[in-house]
Each structure stands twice: as structure tokens, then as C-alpha cells.
């Protein structure tokens, strides 16, 4: 967890919402007043955000107290308490709606991200988010992905080359593409990995016959299609599935040896969790 990015988010939040005040609060709360919440669950699934919690408390106000009983990556049910909150209760109530939005997004998150997972836990091949994310949300919904059970892919277009349908056509094709970005890497002193999407069997064999790179995407192959992929990549490159895979197509995929399956669905269709704060 990038603990500087995840600080200036919560920042951002705070001040979004609370503005110049919490004047609900502030004017019918007495100053010094002290107070205790439990964060109830009432769904089920996985619980995500205990973490990040912590930290919007710290920033919010740090001599608050939280009891955890329930961590990140634990399956919850309705009726569980996962932790509670003591201390200035007008630093409760300001934090309540912040920790709130980011528990109930994240456990939505990893609760659909497990059920992706489990599904094909039984073989190598490991479920991937995408850069489908919320604007400013992408670290904490990556992570609500690691908790559930996924893998993260690249971060943003700064860590990983992925040669996409429009680099390609734009680049003039996939070997001058993948040439000029091995170039590129070597000028700037780049170590960074390269992927190389394709969109059938003619642009596969050319990223075969060019090389140099890590790993190719399979984008909306069939599954038998992708099964004779595979057998013609060999095990020279890692292999990923993308396009379209759904739950009730998944395990077809990961059946045909790919190493990865990126599915865009695990941070950009997803239901909040329902979660609350209650007062004890």
C-alpha cells in the first residue's frame, strides 16, 4: 500500500466533505463529548478497507481508538462486527461517511474479485484487474482486488508497455511498434516489461517472429482459438486472455494454459457492500 498516495486521497476526502465544518454535528454535539461505533455488517462477503480505515481515523483525528476483530481478506456475514471506534464523538461522526465510502467500495470489490478467483483457484492461471478504475480510487481498488484474491496488473501506463489495437495501427504495425519501443526502453534506460496485444493469428505469428517482448495478450480469442495460441507461443512468452471473459466462460480460458486472465469487470461492475456504523 503506497502510504504517502493513500494519505493525500484521504486529505482529498476530508476536505471534500467536511469542508468548514461539520456543522450537523458541531452544532448539536457538546465539544468534549465521547462516543463509540461498531462497523456492522449487514452482507455478505469480503471485507476490505480495515487498513484504510485506520488511516482516515489517524488523519481525521489520531487519538481516536479503533478495536479490530475482523481483518482484510476475511469472509464476513450479516450480523458481524469487524471493529469499533471510541473516543471525541464529532471526530466519529466526521470520519463515518469516509470510512464508509471506501470500506463498502472496497469489500465490493474483493467479495466480486473472490468469486472470480475461486472459480480457477485450482489452477495456475491468475485473474487481473485492468486500468478500468475510478478516477484518484485506482491504488485502493487494486488493492481491494489483492485482498479478495486477484492480481494486480500494471499500475498505470508508467510501469508496464502494453501495445494496444491503436499504438499498433498508429505505430505503423507490431514489429515497427515493437522495435521502436525496445528502442525507446534502451535510450531512456528503461527496465520496464512489454506486452503486445493481438487480435488473431497473423499479428500472433508476427509478435513471434519479432520477440523482445515479455507477454502477449490474446484479445477476444475463442477458447479454441486461444488453446492453438498457446501451443503456438509455446511457453516463449507469458500468455494473457482478455475480452469479454465472464464468469461462466473463465475456467474455459484458464483450461487452455494462459498464465493470466484480465477481466475489467472486477473494478468497473461492481456493488458496494453494505456496510454500517452504529453507535454503541
Same mark, same amino acid.
Given at each position: 500500500?503506497?502510504?504517502? *498516495?493513500?494519505?493525500?486521497?484521504?486529505?482529498? $476526502?476530508?476536505?471534500?466533505? /467536511?469542508? =468548514?465544518?461539520?456543522?450537523?454535528?458541531?452544532?448539536?454535539?457538546?465539544?468534549?463529548?465521547?462516543?463509540?461505533?461498531?462497523?456492522? +455488517?449487514?452482507?455478505?462477503?469480503?471485507?476490505?478497507? !480495515?487498513?484504510?480505515?485506520?488511516? !482516515?481515523?489517524?488523519?481525521?483525528?489520531?487519538?481516536?481508538?479503533?478495536?479490530?476483530?475482523?481483518?482484510?481478506?476475511?469472509?464476513?456475514?450479516?450480523?458481524?462486527?469487524?471493529?469499533?471506534?471510541?473516543?471525541?464523538?464529532?471526530? /466519529?461522526? #466526521?470520519?463515518?461517511?469516509?470510512?464508509?465510502? @471506501?470500506? #463498502?467500495?472496497?469489500?465490493?470489490?474483493?467479495?466480486?474479485?473472490?468469486?472470480?478467483?475461486?472459480?480457477?483457484? =485450482?489452477?495456475?492461471?491468475?485473474?487481473?484487474?485492468?486500468?478500468?478504475?475510478?478516477?484518484?480510487?485506482?491504488?485502493?481498488?487494486?488493492?481491494?482486488?489483492?485482498?479478495?484474491?486477484?492480481?494486480?496488473?500494471?499500475?498505470?501506463?508508467?510501469?508496464? !508497455?502494453?501495445?494496444?489495437?491503436?499504438?499498433?495501427? @498508429?505505430?505503423?504495425?507490431?514489429?515497427? $511498434?515493437?522495435?521502436?519501443?525496445?528502442? *525507446?526502453?534502451?535510450?531512456?534506460?528503461?527496465?520496464?516489461?512489454?506486452?503486445?496485444?493481438?487480435?488473431?493469428?497473423?499479428?500472433?505469428?508476427?509478435?513471434?517472429?519479432?520477440?523482445?517482448?515479455?507477454?502477449?495478450?490474446?484479445?477476444?480469442?475463442? !477458447?479454441? =482459438?486461444?488453446?492453438?495460441?498457446?501451443?503456438?507461443?509455446?511457453?516463449? *512468452?507469458?500468455?494473457?486472455?482478455?475480452?469479454?471473459?465472464?464468469?461462466?466462460?473463465?475456467?474455459? *480460458?484458464?483450461?487452455?494454459?494462459?498464465? @493470466?486472465?484480465? +477481466?475489467?469487470?472486477?473494478?468497473?461492475?461492481?456493488?458496494?457492500?453494505?456496510?454500517?456504523?452504529?453507535?454503541?
Amino acid at each position: 500500500m503506497n502510504n504517502k *498516495y493513500i494519505n493525500q486521497l484521504i486529505d482529498l $476526502a476530508i476536505a471534500e466533505d /467536511i469542508g =468548514d465544518g461539520d456543522h450537523s454535528s458541531l452544532s448539536c454535539i457538546p465539544d468534549d463529548a465521547q462516543g463509540k461505533v461498531k462497523l456492522l +455488517v449487514k452482507e455478505e462477503g469480503i471485507l476490505a478497507g !480495515v487498513e484504510i480505515t485506520k488511516e !482516515v481515523i489517524k488523519r481525521v483525528d489520531p487519538n481516536l481508538k479503533m478495536e479490530v476483530f475482523i481483518n482484510d481478506g476475511a469472509k464476513i456475514k450479516y450480523g458481524d462486527i469487524a471493529f469499533t471506534i471510541s473516543g471525541r464523538t464529532i471526530s /466519529i461522526l #466526521q470520519a463515518e461517511r469516509l470510512l464508509l465510502n @471506501f470500506m #463498502q467500495r472496497m469489500s465490493g470489490i474483493a467479495t466480486q474479485t473472490a468469486v472470480y478467483a475461486n472459480l480457477i483457484k =485450482d489452477l495456475p492461471t491468475k485473474v487481473l484487474d485492468t486500468r478500468k478504475t475510478t478516477p484518484g480510487l485506482r491504488h485502493i481498488e487494486k488493492l481491494a482486488v489483492e485482498i479478495g484474491g486477484g492480481t494486480n496488473h500494471r499500475m498505470g501506463l508508467y510501469d508496464m !508497455v502494453m501495445l494496444k489495437d491503436n499504438h499498433i495501427d @498508429f505505430a505503423g504495425g507490431i514489429k515497427p $511498434a515493437i522495435n521502436k519501443v525496445n528502442e *525507446y526502453l534502451k535510450a531512456k534506460n528503461k527496465n520496464i516489461r512489454i506486452e503486445v496485444e493481438v487480435r488473431n493469428f497473423e499479428e500472433l505469428q508476427e509478435v513471434l517472429e519479432a520477440g523482445n517482448v515479455h507477454r502477449i495478450m490474446l484479445d477476444n480469442f475463442t !477458447v479454441e =482459438d486461444t488453446k492453438k495460441a498457446v501451443k503456438m507461443i509455446d511457453g516463449k *512468452y507469458e500468455t494473457e486472455s482478455s475480452g469479454g471473459i465472464t464468469l461462466e466462460t473463465l475456467r474455459s *480460458y484458464a483450461e487452455c494454459g494462459v498464465d @493470466f486472465i484480465s +477481466v475489467g469487470a472486477l473494478t468497473h461492475q461492481i456493488k458496494s457492500l453494505d456496510l454500517s456504523l452504529k453507535a454503541v
